[in-house]
Nanobody, 114 residues
């Protein structure tokens, strides 16, 4: 199973984007989910997580700017990104939390320019 993220694009500093990730079956309803990102030349890192009960966690660099949410009825997890900065430029992925190697999809590129 691969989880495909979509909704990325190019925005200017301070802009917003919303990423979405959908998959079939009970993947979302039975698992905690996470958004991850990999910037050029850097390792993939965790950005935000959401439990099956809806509790959320954010890394310090995005807290207050990004919002993770889930819609189990639609098997979808979202990442609303506001006040984007150049350092947010990366390929964004969704996966379970903790991540599963076999669930990585192609990711969605987000480019923030000044």
């Amino acid at each position: 199973v691969q989880l495909q993220a979509c909704g990325g694009g190019s925005v200017q500093v301070g802009g917003s984007l919303r990423l979405s990730c959908a998959a079939s079956g009970s993947i979302f309803s039975d698992n905690n989910m996470g958004w991850y990102r990999q910037a050029p030349g850097k390792q993939r890192e965790l950005v935000a997580t959401i439990t099956t009960a809806g509790s959320t966690m954010y890394v310090d660099s995005v807290r207050g700017r990004f919002t993770i949410s889930r819609d189990n009825a639609k098997n979808t997890v979202l990442l609303q990104m506001n006040s984007l900065k150049p350092e947010d430029t990366a390929v964004y992925y969704c996966n379970l939390y903790p991540r599963r190697i076999d669930y990585w999809g192609q990711g969605s590129l987000v480019t923030v320019s000044s």
